[in-house]
């Protein structure tokens, strides 16, 4: 009880040191960078009324991220679509695996802003675009770990499976998924984190409705405040999503 | 005659000769035990008896078919229970009862795990998971799991090593009921580090010498009477006297193929 308050009272204490330099920079080096007050102030009305809409890109924060945060559910919830059964693949077939891991370790440190203008080539529309990029780029992490996890199951549940005969689609529910599970959430809470990083990328070049999309608007209306509001926004809403994806791990885990 | 049989089997893992030279032959409805020292290559050589694993050369046939893969209508009681975690005692037994069964109905299942759990004293217990459950009462989990199925060769792997002794006497006993209350021949083959466990169960008792490249020793035959308890081996001449033979056999080190002769 006593520790976490003492932790609370230092990371407030971490942010107030962080707003502090902030407020010195703005007033002595960058000139162009808004303090933490002028950020407020020209924000308020966003932050205040988060769900109202006045036009196409000026919206409330609470609706440009909720726009941001459907179209991550959407890339996100294709990447774990395609990832998973491609990571069981790979963890179970040493034949497979020697066929694709060169692939895919070509394919998976290339950038969002790569994969981007390929996918509008592709779909000719920014929203697919977005997805395509988004699964893209944040499915490998959970391709990975669902393939450590399928070849870290012990041969004795290997063993198991051949003596109580079980079938093949037996053997999979009842002993390659729940031994696979915790492993497979580890790479969702990573596959989540990049789908986020992802989706600001993919907003600023097809210009579509969302933080990302109103961040590189505002930059180029030169609101820098509101480049602050967005930044913040995504950090803050990025935090959430991996407590409750490490949230859900741990329930897991504890199973 | 022989239900089971291996003949002229060895096995190395790269350059270790674990096995050499095994033959053993199990006719129906015996119980045979291995005793051996740790690490001296039985959970290998049950693998190997029961399909788990294939020998580097000789065969193993049941009923004078050789085997691939895992023997039919057996069932394996492994070292370490190997129960599913995920699954509570009821779900660990029913998965081995369904393909046992097929053609039953979910409720008949369901009542054959209930019946063998109950058996084994766990009736109270069948929705715990394996973390909830001690040592012991997993141990019955896992017998439970093997008997279920109504095998006609049972393999068992150490079955009581993990256990304290006083767990570990009850559950000899109940396996012994369980063995004598199937109405049909079991064959069972069973691992052991114990020599009174092995003369308490067994009809013939094999000594397992130390690897590398362990051989078997000729068959002891236990002419006891059943049931046996624990308290009249200790006093038994036939018992006291074939605990000392076996002993002596398990302590000489290796099994000189000298000294196999001799005590053969
Ligand atoms: N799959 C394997 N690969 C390599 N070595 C193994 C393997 N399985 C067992 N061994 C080795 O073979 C020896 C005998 O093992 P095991 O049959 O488990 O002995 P026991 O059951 O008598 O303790 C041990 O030294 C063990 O390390
Ligand atoms: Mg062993």
Known sequence: ?255 | MSFLSLTNIAKSFGPRSILHNINLSLAEGEFVSIVGASASGKTTLVKIASGLIQPDSGTVTVGGQSVAGFVAEAGMVFQNYSLLPWLSALENVRLAVEPAFPQWTKAQHTAQAIKYLEMVGLGKAVRKTPAQLSGGMRQRVAIARAFAAEPRILFLDEPFGALDALTRATLQQELATLCGAAGRPVTTLMITNSVEEAILLSDRIHALGRGPGATLSPGFTVELSRPRSAGLLMHDTEAVSLRHRLAEFLTSGAIAPALVKEVA
């Open chain 1, 1 to 255: 009880m006593k520790k976490t308050l003492v932790s609370i009272l230092l990371s407030l204490v971490g942010i107030v040191l962080v707003l502090g330099l902030w407020s010195a920079i703005s007033a002595k080096i960058a000139p162009d960078l808004p303090s933490p007050s002028k950020t407020w102030e020209d924000s308020a009305l966003y932050v205040t009324k988060p769900w109202e809409k006045r036009g196409e890109m000026d919206q409330g924060i609470g609706l440009m991220t909720a726009y941001s945060l459907l179209r991550v559910a959407k890339g996100f919830a294709l990447a774990l679509l395609i990832g998973t059964p491609l990571g069981f693949l790979l963890g179970s077939s040493p034949l497979f695996f020697r066929m694709f891991d060169p692939t895919i370790q070509i394919l998976r440190p290339i950038s969002p802003l790569a994969w981007l203008p390929l996918g509008l080539i592709l779909f000719r529309q920014s929203e697919p675009a977005a997805l395509f990029t988004i699964a893209l780029c944040s499915m490998w992490p959970t391709v990975v770990n669902t393939m450590q996890g399928v070849r870290a199951i012990p041969q004795d549940y290997h063993n198991v499976a051949k003596v109580l005969r079980l079938s093949p689609w037996r053997k999979f529910t009842k002993i390659m998924l729940p031994a696979t599970l915790p492993f497979m959430f580890s790479g969702y809470r990573l596959s989540l984190g990049i789908a986020w990083l992802v989706i600001v990328a993919a907003e600023m070049l097809t210009g579509t409705p969302g933080v990302g999309g109103f961040l590189w608007q505002e930059y180029n209306s030169l609101i820098y405040s509101h480049i602050l509001l967005c930044i913040l926004t995504i950090g803050i809403v990025g935090f959430f999503l991996d407590r409750l994806m490490g949230f859900a791990e741990a329930r897991l885990r504890a199973v």
